[in-house]
């Protein structure tokens, strides 16, 4: 197990679009820098949940793992959720997120503004692709096909399609 580098890294996203859309100005050392998809403003103990502008593939074979930037920590910013992406996940990642600010002040974090790390672990073992709830999650109907289509040509039979097919449609939506 090791954390995938950079170029091994662009490599992926150019063949399986594992982030998308991608900005190379968002690599950073061995991860990228996921972006916020819409402005939010938490009030001082107000709970929200902050979804990344990029959809995230994890391929089947790796795992992801999420890291805030510290920026936000300084500000009084906590994260409430685990910071793990299944393999197989496909999606916008929710980070669970409550203002913690000692001078209980508001914070606001701005659409597309640079807010979590995202690194690519190589996992061992036979794949077991995700297949819960959250799947799809915060995608497009062309988003959602387009992965649907690239699983079908290269993951095929490490996935349930009709499953997938059937989830597609209860998903959470944008």
């Not at 594992?18 to 690599?27: A, G, M, N, S, W």
């Not at 929200?48 to 930037?69: M, R």
Request: aromatic share 12%; hydrophobic share 40%; glycine share 6%.
């Amino acid at each position: 197990m090791g954390v995938i580098g950079k170029y091994e890294l662009i490599e992926l996203i150019e063949k399986y679009k594992c982030i998308y859309p991608f900005d190379e100005k968002l690599l950073d050392g061995d991860g990228y820098i996921l972006t916020v998809k819409d402005d939010v403003t938490l009030n001082y103990l107000e709970h929200k949940n902050v979804i990344s502008n990029e959809v995230i593939f994890t391929l089947p074979n790796y795992v992801a793992h999420l890291t805030a930037k510290s920026r936000y920590g300084r500000l009084g910013l906590s994260f409430l959720n685990a910071a793990k992406v299944h393999s197989g996940f496909i999606g916008r990642i929710v980070l669970e997120v409550v203002n913690l600010n000692n001078e209980r002040k508001p914070i606001t974090i701005k659409h597309s503004e640079p807010f979590m790390h995202i690194e690519f672990i190589t996992r061992e073992g036979k794949a077991s692709p995700y297949d819960g709830e959250y799947q799809f999650q915060y995608m497009s109907d062309d988003e959602v096909n387009l992965y649907i289509n690239m699983i079908k040509k290269e993951f095929n039979e490490l996935f349930d399609l009709l499953y997938l097919e059937r989830i597609s449609k209860r998903r959470v939506l944008i």
